[in-house]
């Protein structure tokens, strides 16, 4: 009997081992060798609703991600900032965000790269309250006012900070005030809590439309984007860390083949079919307006996902020039690990 106890124990002890073993395999999806275990991606979008993040949520409407064999979850933050430490946390493996994250994070011992680049200009607007129009006309201006960002350490910051070092300021000569995007934004322009401020579209169509706000630098265009900040600012990207890159290729170049698509059918169909294709609460300043937005903007979109390295290296000028986590340290930065392009190149 002692016998047949003891053989029991350790056939039970193998069968829990081996359950448990097969549990792990079944978390961690291809790091454990199981095909396909890696197709449900969670990306992170820094303001699903703002068009400059468009190609993420049109992705997903026009059915590229499921095509691709994708179970794709998109989730949103207000700002770059929070989407980027929501990334870095490992609670998401993708972020779509402004590019010039992957260079401050690089200089933080951390390795993070565009797998898609989608636009070459910000898309972002310096916007100024209309009563404050005839005081703030350029950036010179900026001093001891009140400029509203998504949030610090997003890049609507960095390119506040920037446009005010060509002036000769500092962030001190001004204060930083997090507006957030959408309603909490105009909301801060309409009750004075900012005097001017970075942001995109929708908004900027609503606040021009209801001529509470005036345009004050428009980098939607790449002739606005080079006269603001000297060339091209790689901004809309989808991003990822290197770590997860080098151990899902597969899952990575699915992503590229469904964003790739879609950059190219923002090509070929008008303003008004694309705005038709996106949820219709994203029109909450109404349908018509929703397409002048888009139409103000998907001039930004490239059509096949690359960087343009010089856009790249401007990035990295800029941010040399005043950000405390990359100023003197551009040397040490090597760009070829902020980017690549051999997923689009294949989706092509």
Known sequence: MRTRSIVCAVLAAALTLTAA??????RTGDQAGAAGADDHVSIMVGGIDKVIYLPAKLTDQLGYFKQEGLDVKLLTEPAGAQAENVLISGDVQGVVGFYDHTIDLQTKHKCVESVVQMADVPGEVEMVASDKAGQIRSPK????????VTSPGSSTDFLTQYLASKQGLTAADYTTVKAGAGQTFIAAMENGGIDAGMT????VAQLVSTGKGKVLLDMRTEQGTRAALGGLYPSSSLYMDCAYVKAHPQTVQKLANAMVKTLKWIHAHSAEQIAAKMPADYANGGKQLYVQSVKSTIGMFNSDGRMDPSAARNSLKVLGSFS?????????????????TQFVDKAK
């Open 21 to 26: 073993a097969g549990c792990r395999d079944s």
């Open 141 to 148: 201006d900026f001093r001891g006012r009140k400029m509203g």
């Open 200 to 203: 995109t579209d929708p908004t």
């Open 324 to 340: 405390p986590n990359v100023k003197g340290k551009q040397d040490t930065v090597d760009l070829s690990k902020t980017y690549t």
